[in-house]
């Protein structure tokens, strides 16, 4: 039990160097948004919303100009990225801006897919503070410059769930990318986010404005 508290704790602190205020920002060309659950067809959570609003916030800010929204999608309907396009375009995000990782199951492929299909190198990524930690310490660990952007915009139900659970989640994080380095398949089209974010785009008509 001790190993994996400091296995934890040294997943926390490496991830934690790269923790970054809004008041020192300087541009990025993306901020990378990991999924984090859907109400209903097209409902964003509240951990999923404020991840959403924060990037648009420092897109409406100039201090990134494309968002990659990752997460699942599935037949069933289940559509992360499809609901947090539509949120973010209805709110005034410009379509070619707004990049869409099908496949971001976990926090591992969404990092590793940042930079293997979508070609980003230099990234902020925006999640609630108990997942940044882990977050970044598999984006540098995967040879991305990212950097942190904190997304807690309030309180949450399942607050102390989330914590707890993610401790456990840092110990898989060390193993995946700090000790095997496993390497998920990915398509093998690539999308680099220098482009045109509407190459990305396939709507389903439940999710249609």
């Excluded at 901020?31 to 209903?40: K, Q, S």
């Excluded at 997460?71 to 973010?88: H, L, P, Q, T």
């Excluded at 456990?168 to 398509?187: C, D, H, M, N, T």
Aim: hydrophobic share 45%; with cysteine.
């Amino acid at each position: 039990m001790l190993l994996a508290v400091l296995i934890s704790c040294a997943v926390r602190a490496s991830g934690a160097a790269y923790f970054i205020s809004r008041g020192s920002l300087t541009e990025y060309l993306v901020a990378v948004v990991p999924g984090a659950g859907i109400r209903g067809r097209c409902a964003l959570s509240p951990v999923l919303e404020d991840r959403v609003l924060t990037a648009i916030s420092l897109y409406r800010q100039k201090k990134v100009r494309k968002l990659l929204f990752s997460g699942r999608r599935d037949r069933g309907g289940y559509d992360e990225v499809n609901a947090m396009r539509c949120f973010a375009a209805a709110r005034g995000v410009a379509p070619e801006d707004i990049f869409l990782d099908q496949a971001g199951f976990t926090t591992y492929q969404t990092m590793y897919r940042a930079g293997a299909v979508f070609k980003v190198k230099r990234c902020l990524v925006v999640t609630q503070r108990y997942h940044l930690y882990r977050a970044l310490y598999i984006a540098r660990k995967l040879g991305l410059d990212a950097r942190g952007v904190v997304a807690d915009r309030r309180m949450y139900v399942y607050q102390c769930w989330y914590t707890f659970r993610d401790f456990f989640a840092r110990i898989k994080a060390w193993l995946q990318a700090g000790v095997f380095r496993s390497l998920p398949e990915y398509p093998g089209r690539l999308y680099p986010i220098s482009g045109d974010g509407r190459s990305t785009h396939d709507l389903p008509a439940t999710l249609r404005r």
